[in-house]
C-alpha cells in the first residue's frame, strides 16, 4: 500500500470505538480508508451498525496527526505492514473477521506455502509439558511447519526455542508494539527470532502496554495457524481464550491429556472432555488429522532402500497391504485387529520409511 493509503487506515485504526469488525465495513463499504474519512457524516450513519458513538470522534484532526507520528516509527525501524486486502496479508487470517486491518512485521517472516501451527500453554510448564513440547517440534520438523506463539513465559518460549533449534520457522505474536519486548529477559532471544521468522503485531508503539492486550493478541495466534495446539493449561487461562478463538474460525484445536491430580492438565482435559479439541498423544497426531504430505524430496534416501528394517507391527500391516495391494485406514484397523490410533501411527512411520505411501479417502497402498 501506498504511504497515503497507510496514513489514512493508521488515521481510522485510531478513532476510539472503532474496532477491526467495524474498520472493514466502513472501508467495504467506501472504498478506502481515506474515502472513509473524507465521507459526509449523514451518508456512513445509513451503513449497518454505525451510530452516533462511533461518528462522535471520527473526523478529528489528531488522527491523523497521531498516524503521521506512527509512520516515521515504522519508516525508521524498517517495519513492513500487511493490509488486510494485500496479497501479503497472512492468507488464513484473511479469513478471520475481527482479523486486523493492519499487521506490522519484523524479521524474514515467509508465509509462502507452508503449514502453520500455532503451540501454546501455561506459563508454569512442568517438566513433563517441556518434554512433550520439544518432542513434537523435533518430529514435526521434516513437514517444515512454521511454529507461532506468543513469546510469554513457559511455554511459548519453549515452543520458539524448539523451532530455532531444528531451524524451522517462528513467529512471536505480541500484545504490545514493536518498540518493546515482553518479558525483558526474552530480548536475548530477539536476533534469533528474526533469523528464524520475527514478529507480529497490531498494536502501535505509542499503545501502552496492558494485560488485556494479551486476550486481543490470541485472535492473532489462532487467526494465523491451522491448528491451535495446548500442550497444558490449568483450569482458567489465556491458553484456553486461544483455543477458543480458533474453534471459532472452525480450526483444528489439539490438547495434551494429563493426569486428572494435575493442575496444569485440567484446562487440556477439559477440551478434550467437551469435544474441543483433538486428544493428542504423539506429534504423529498432528500430521495424521491434518493430512499433511511428505515431499519426496524430504523423505531421507536410506529410507527408500528395498529392504528396510520394520518392527512387528509395522510387519503386520505391510504383508496385509502387500495382499490388498490398498485399503482403507479403517478397515485396515479392522482386519489387523488394532486400535485405530495406533495403526495411524504406524502407517505414518512406515510412510517416513518409505514402504508405503498414503492415498486420497484414507486409503494407503505399499510402494
Not at 517462528?170 to 532471544?189: D, R
Not at 485472535?219 to 491451522?226: F, K, M, Q, Y
Not at 478463538?245 to 495434551?256: K, P, T
Request: aromatic fraction near 8%; proline fraction near 3%; glycine fraction near 6%.
Amino acid at each position: 500500500m501506498t504511504e497515503t493509503e497507510l496514513l489514512y487506515t493508521l488515521a481510522l485504526q485510531h478513532v476510539p470505538n472503532i474496532g477491526d469488525i467495524i474498520a472493514k465495513r466502513l472501508i467495504q463499504h467506501c472504498g478506502s480508508a481515506e474515502a472513509v474519512l473524507k465521507e459526509k457524516k449523514q451518508h456512513l450513519l445509513k451503513i449497518d451498525g454505525i451510530g452516533s458513538v462511533i461518528m462522535g470522534d471520527l473526523f478529528g484532526a489528531h488522527h491523523l496527526k497521531e498516524a503521521q507520528k506512527e509512520i516515521e516509527f515504522i519508516k525508521s525501524n524498517n517495519i513492513r505492514v500487511s493490509y488486510f486486502k494485500d496479497a501479503n496479508y497472512p492468507e488464513k487470517l484473511k479469513h478471520c473477521i475481527d482479523g486486523p486491518i493492519l499487521l506490522f512485521q519484523s524479521g524474514t517472516i515467509n508465509l509462502k506455502q507452508q503449514h502453520i501451527i500455532s503451540i501454546v500453554g501455561t506459563r508454569k510448564i512442568t517438566t513433563n509439558g517441556v518434554a512433550f513440547c520439544e518432542d513434537l517440534v523435533e518430529k514435526l520438523a521434516i513437514y517444515n511447519p512454521i511454529i507461532v506463539s506468543g513469546f510469554a513465559y513457559g511455554t511459548d518460549i519453549t515452543a520458539h526455542k524448539a523451532a530455532i533449534k531444528h531451524q524451522l520457522q517462528t513467529i512471536g505474536c505480541l500484545a504490545h508494539g514493536l518498540n518493546q519486548i515482553y518479558p525483558g529477559v526474552h530480548k536475548k532471544y530477539i536476533v534469533d527470532m528474526e533469523k528464524n521468522g520475527g514478529f507480529f503485531t497490531d498494536f502501535w508503539s505509542s499503545d501502552a502496554f496492558d494485560k488485556n492486550n494479551f486476550l486481543k493478541r490470541n485472535r492473532v495466534i489462532a487467526g494465523l495457524s491451522e491448528a491451535t495446539i495446548v500442550i497444558e493449561s490449568a483450569e482458567k487461562g489465556g491458553s484456553l481464550v486461544t483455543a477458543d478463538i480458533a474453534n471459532s474460525y472452525n480450526r483444528d484445536v489439539f490438547a495434551v491429556p494429563g493426569r486428572t491430580t494435575d493442575s496444569q492438565s485440567i484446562g487440556c482435559n477439559n477440551l478434550i472432555k467437551h469435544q474441543k479439541a483433538h486428544m493428542l498423544t504423539t506429534p504423529l497426531d498432528v500430521p495424521y488429522i491434518l493430512n499433511w504430505k511428505l515431499e519426496e524430496e524430504t523423505i531421507p534416501a536410506i529410507q527408500k532402500q528395498l529392504f528396510v528394517e520394520l518392527d512387528g507391527t509395522e510387519k503386520v500391516i505391510y504383508n496385509y497391504l502387500k495382499q490388498k495391494e490398498k485399503q482403507l485406514l479403517d478397515v485396515i484397523a479392522i482386519e489387523c485387529q488394532m486400535p485405530i490410533f495406533k495403526v495411524a501411527s504406524v502407517l505414518l512411520n512406515m510412510e517416513l520409511k518409505g514402504v508405503i505411501r498414503p492415498l486420497p479417502g484414507k486409503l494407503f497402498e505399499v510402494i
